[in-house]
């Protein structure tokens, strides 16, 4: 989901880039129609994907935001079917006011629905401001800005157990083949090398689009995301074969494919950073340090690390992003106040509350750098910053939400069963495509 250059800007300044030279005097934008309190007694409405920690986090900032304009807020968890839960809400007359959409698909659909707000002028700036344009792109539709991106995710990380390493005498490997060589040899140690989250989809498309964007290049994939490219095209058998390489070597998965399958992301963290460990290492993004930190207790850059997603074959490292796009609905009862925090999510002091938490990113350049408790992510951070346009949006969450974005359907569905028995990768293609193609004409 990002990057950039300069030198980031801190407290006051950065506030004043953002929203203008009032934000820090108590007339800030997030306070428009006068005075701190300026929506006391509304409520805001929220809905997103988040649970458990993340949920736990987020609401210290909507509690920073009810402190700072006197709005209190209550949050939905949807679970992954952000569209169907919105969408049904919607029809029963009980619109929230804010989603948290995850997928750019998602947020297609709503704006083409007629179900979003155009952001104020207040957010446009801070995006202008503090934001690399891919992000900007990311939440606008046919021009018009919807979406303001407050948590980002580096999705080309690979975090490993620093003891498992060591105790197999290998280092964080360059290449993908390297790290398919590493884990056979963690495997002979004693440990499976990964621990894999079959039972949720989503996570085997970041682990193809990692290999794909390195693999294909980044022309091939933003053509793939678009469906200008099918599935058939001899660039996506070849990235399944090479995945196909680590799903089908049973060394490799902690509990082969079925336990793989019976895996879910939470479980996958575990395997690796819980009491029993199972397995050396899991890809998952940035927020996989979030789990093993809270859940599990490990400190991060000591008991837990990650390498970068390694190149494959002869191309670049990726950088594989993703992101939750704050949005306003239309047929929310109070869009005003919803409008109010988009405003307030916009500056770094609002990324900074959920940033000093841990399991979190922040495509806002204007935070603070400091304002993350551990080197680890900082470093996370730094290099999803640094990455500016570069970075590469997750490519199922800018498909239409019956492809790349709902369980046991389309993309989703079809990479597990490919996890279950990756044999053919040319009729994986196959079926892929026939899903894509009904989708995006859909």
């Not at 193809?208 to 994939?221: I, T």
């Not at 490990?298 to 993703?322: H, L, M, Q, T, Y």
Request: proline share 5%; hydrophobic share 40%; aromatic share 10%.
């Amino acid at each position: 989901m990002m990057r950039r250059r300069t030198a980031l800007l801190t407290g006051c300044t950065a506030l004043v880039l953002a929203l203008g030279s009032t934000a820090c005097g108590g007339a800030g934008p997030v306070a428009a129609g006068g005075g701190d309190q300026a929506f006391s007694g509304q409520t805001v409405s929220v809905a997103g994907v988040w649970s458990g920690s993340e949920q736990k986090n987020f609401q210290k900032v909507l509690d920073a935001f009810t402190e700072k304009t006197g709005a209190k807020t209550q949050f939905v968890s949807t679970g992954d079917n952000v569209s169907t839960v919105v969408g049904s809400k919607i029809e029963g007359g009980n619109a929230p006011d804010v989603v948290m959409v995850p997928q750019v698909g998602v947020l297609q659909q709503f704006a083409q629905k007629g179900w979003l707000k155009p952001l104020s002028q207040a957010t446009r700036k801070s995006v202008d401001a503090n934001y690399a344009s891919v992000w900007k792109d990311y939440g606008s539709v046919d021009g018009t800005l919807y979406g303001l991106y407050f948590k980002a995710a580096h999705k080309s990380t690979v975090w490993y157990s620093p003891d498992a390493l060591d105790q197999a005498g290998v280092q964080p490997p360059k290449t993908y083949d390297e790290m398919l060589k590493a884990g056979r040899t963690i495997s002979d140690s004693g440990l499976a090398a990964f621990s894999v989250a079959g039972q949720d989809g989503w996570t085997l498309t970041d682990w193809f689009e990692n290999v794909y964007l390195s693999q294909a290049g980044p022309e091939k994939y933003d053509a793939l995301a678009a469906h200008q490219l099918k599935w058939t095209d001899q660039s996506v058998i070849d990235a399944l074969t090479t995945l196909g390489k680590l799903f089908k070597d049973k060394q490799l998965l902690a509990g082969g494919q079925q336990g793989a399958l019976n895996t879910d992301f939470p479980g996958s963290v575990e395997k690796v950073f819980g009491p029993e460990p199972k397995a050396g290492m899991v890809y998952e993004g940035d927020f996989v340090a979030g789990v093993a930190k809270d859940q599990f207790g490990r400190k991060i850059g000591e008991d837990a690390n990650f390498f970068p997603f390694p190149p494959v074959g002869s191309g670049e490292a990726p950088v594989v992003s993703g992101g939750d796009a704050a949005v306003v609905l239309k047929d929310g009862k109070n869009t005003k106040a919803g409008m109010a925090l988009l405003e307030y999510l916009a500056t770094p002091e609002a990324a900074a509350v959920w940033a000093k938490t841990g399991g979190f990113l922040s495509p806002n350049k204007g935070l603070d750098l400091a304002s993350y408790g551990d080197d680890v992510t900082r470093t996370t951070a730094k290099s999803l910053i640094a990455a500016g346009d570069s970075v590469r949006f997750d490519m199922s969450d800018q498909a239409p939400a019956a492809f790349g974005g709902t369980k046991g359907a389309g993309e989703w569905k079809i990479l597990q069963d490919f996890l279950r028995d990756p044999s053919d990768p040319k009729a994986t293609a196959a079926q892929l495509e026939t899903a894509a193609a009904k989708a995006y004409k859909g």
